[in-house]
């Protein structure tokens, strides 16, 4: 049984017409029409710097930040891809998910903003993702490297780890995927059922974000749906979803394919939670968090 805050804030998220957003292939047309005329910021917000030393550097054309613990040395360090459909920038809560590992894990935190679709194609995106990663990996320092993402920032963070162990083996210590998406087809059979009750999310916008992020590829190329790619060899995951998120899907098959492939997977499934709840102000979304933390701890110490 979802807590009375997690229930309140869904209904919330109902009423403010939230799933409006991805509510149609137009929908998502004009909302990237819109961001193409007025771009939003990706800047993170000035609180943070009270508590983290931040500066940006550029790979290629993608600022990425650097954020690490003020007056303290990092004891580990994590890669975070955030999410948006591939189509919206960082916010506040990518920034207050950072904030948390930087002060509560004591880890650096490199997290880039990378090119939006349709500009940034999965093509091109990753690729650079999959460099960036393995730049962290051989760089090492203190601790161990963990890679986060959260919605389409977890399917980018997925493909990159599988096109990186491709290439050379290279894996991060741990891989942490918070309500992935992982197949842009949304062609379970399932997610019919579970979007009627989704505040967040709908198929007919998702497939669109889609669309334009796999740009010449199929939908269902592995670098655009990592799904569709292969498990072992991988390092080991960590993943959350709500059973109110019409992506739950894809965490559920990705738990019997990396299995089934020798992959270990720590699995955590919520009921009645929506999408990406470890970043909201939830009881249930805390304790995601808090365990978050203990993995990245946990690398410290490898």
Request: glycine residues 10%; hydrophobic residues 45%.
């Amino acid at each position: 049984m979802p807590s009375l805050r997690s229930r309140a804030l869904s209904a919330a998220l109902i009423a403010a017409g939230r799933r409006r957003r991805f509510g149609s292939a137009e929908a998502v047309r004009t909302r990237v029409a819109e961001s193409a005329r007025r771009p939003a910021s990706h800047l993170p917000p000035r609180s943070l710097g009270r508590v983290a030393e931040i500066s940006r550097t550029f790979v290629g054309a993608w600022p990425v930040y650097d954020v690490a613990p003020r007056g303290t040395e990092p004891t580990s360090q994590v890669l975070y891809v955030h999410g948006g459909g591939y189509i919206g920038e960082l916010v506040r809560p990518h920034w207050a998910m950072i904030r948390t590992l930087v002060t509560q894990a004591g880890a650096r935190v490199v997290v880039p903003a990378y090119i939006l679709a349709p500009r940034g194609t999965a093509d091109r995106t990753v690729p650079v993702a999959a460099d960036l990663l393995s730049g962290l990996i051989a760089a090492g320092g203190a601790g161990g490297t963990v890679l986060i993402g959260d919605s389409a920032g977890a399917g980018l963070a997925l493909a990159a780890a599988q096109r990186l162990r491709d290439r050379t083996g290279a894996q991060p210590s741990r891989i942490v995927l918070i309500s992935p998406w992982l197949d842009v087809t949304m062609s379970h059979p399932d997610q019919a059922g579970i979007e009627a009750a989704d505040p967040l999310l709908a198929r007919p916008g998702l497939r669109e974000a889609g669309r334009l992020y796999a740009g010449t590829l199929a939908a269902d190329d592995p670098r655009v749906s990592p799904l569709r790619g292969s498990f072992g060899g991988l390092a080991p995951l960590t993943v959350f979803t709500g059973t109110r998120d019409v992506l739950s899907t894809d965490s559920r098959e990705l738990l019997r394919r990396a299995r089934a492939e020798g992959t270990e997977v720590e699995f955590h499934e919520e009921a009645g939670l929506p999408h990406v709840y470890p970043l909201l102000p939830v009881p249930e979304g805390r304790a995601a968090r808090e365990r978050i933390v203990e993995l990245v701890r946990a690398t410290a110490e490898l």
